[in-house]
């Protein structure tokens, strides 16, 4: 049975039901717990669990101190490409949004990963939008060989596809894919995702268990919290990650924990959860999961990243760009402009071709909100008296 059958299964509604109504004595009983259930888990996101925080956080660092040790892995976002067929309403390069594109040649790609190794990276994310004239499967196959000649660890997060699809990524060299949801709910899914590939809510739920199929060794899921209630959102991912745990076993698990953030478009978040709540959030997954790696992004403020390490977090990203070229400049000979999905020709002293490379760039996916370089990062997780990792992974190991 896939997870498409189980999920449709799933009495979630009753479960958030309960976590909304759960009292500060479950939540005390599901921490003190060595195997969670997922009713444990609706116990320690629900309201009245918030009153735990302090010992749910001292769990979760004990927790992942023992499963981890004292490391943070540290990775970085490339952007290859921001043309997309898809219009999903929150994101920066939804097709209708009217932004500068490029799509990035294999050798700029390469620069961009020079680039990032100069800065220390050995794990590289591959990020591009979903676009089959721009994006094909040669063309990621071929950035994938490339980079992997330079780095040992490769990444990616790429429209969905399907297991032959993905093979010859991971012959190419790719040991990891990250697939968000988005959201699990299926109406704001529908809701959100008004045309496109990307509008098949199922296809995209099993996407992990064909890149398992497909011989990938590190999968990663996450909803976008910001769409829909969070803690539905959440319950569905642990769900998922219960799932994956117990069918995709040879595979190594991340759950990350994206927020919306600002982008073109300006669509603003339907739902909000405050970081008191996104501290719980980190807790409860880390005690439900002790041996699931835990992800943050830029996308989270400094002061709440730093925080955040000794209590569960063990891979982070830093000093990154959402825009393709922008560690580099790379790509900027190739800019155009399209408007609902079609080229228009930039006029000659158009505002998009003033003088400055912080002008002249494409169009983030969405703003970042730490932008501390990666030197900074991982001067700060030593200070914390954590090391900073930058690779942990060699193919030589499974050669």
């Known amino acids: 049975m896939s997870f498409v059958a189980e999920f449709n299964a799933l009495p979630i509604p009753s479960l958030l039901a309960h976590s909304r109504q759960a009292g500060l004595a479950a ?25 735990l925080l302090e010992p749910m956080c001292r769990r979760s660092r004990a927790l992942t101190r023992q499963r981890f040790g004292k490391v943070v892995r540290l990775f970085a ?20 949004n009217p932004i500068l594109r490029v799509t990035l040649s294999v050798d700029e790609v390469q620069r961009e990963a020079r680039q990032l190794i100069h800065q220390g990276f050995r794990n590289i994310l591959l990020v591009a939008g979903e676009h089959p004239k721009f994006v094909s499967n040669a063309y990621l196959t071929d950035c994938v060989r490339a980079i992997h000649e330079l780095t040992p660890s490769v990444s990616l997060e790429v429209g969905t596809l399907d297991t032959d699809e993905y093979r010859p990524l991971v012959q190419a060299g790719a040991d990891g894919l990250v697939i968000y949801q988005e959201t699990y709910d299926r109406a704001t899914y529908a809701e ?14 099993a996407t ?26 959440a319950l569905c991912a642990a769900a998922h990650a219960d799932y994956l745990q117990r069918n ?30 996104f501290v719980q959030l980190v807790c409860a997954f880390r005690l439900m999961f002790p041996d699931v790696g835990l992800v943050l992004s ?44 079609r080229i228009v020709e930039l006029a000659r002293g ?37 090391e900073p990792v930058w690779k942990d992974w060699d193919a030589a190991l499974t050669a």
């Open 298 to 341: 830029t996308r989270e403020p400094a002061k709440l990243r730093d925080g955040l390490i000794p209590i569960g977090i063990t891979l982070m990203s830093a000093g990154s760009h959402t825009e393709p070229g922008g560690y580099t400049g790379a790509g900027a000979d190739k800019l155009h402009r399209t408007e609902r999905g």
């Open 27 to 51: 939540a005390r009983e599901s921490l003190v717990k060595s195997r969670l259930t997922l009713r444990d888990f609706a116990n320690l996101i629900a309201p009245a669990a918030a009153e």
């Open 208 to 233: 992990p268990e064909r890149a398992y199929d497909a011989g990938f060794r590190r999968i990663g899921i996450s909803p976008l919290y910001g769409l829909a209630d969070w803690r539905y959102e």
């Open 248 to 277: 995709c076993w040879k595979a190594f698990l991340t759950i990350s924990f994206p927020r919306l953030r600002p982008c073109a478009g300006e669509f603003q978040p339907l739902t909000h959860m405050t970081d008191h709540e």
């Open 77 to 96: 976002p490339l952007y290859l490409s921001n043309e997309c067929v898809n219009n999903c309403k929150y994101c920066g390069f939804s097709r209708d």
């Open 192 to 205: 959100m995702h008004t045309s496109g590939p990307k509008r098949d809510f199922d296809w995209r739920l």
């Open 350 to 386: 158009a505002s998009e071709w003033a003088e400055g490379p912080a002008v002249r760039s494409a169009t983030g996916q969405f703003q970042i909100a730490d932008e501390r370089s990666p030197v900074e990062v991982a001067a700060l997780i030593r200070r914390l008296g954590y």
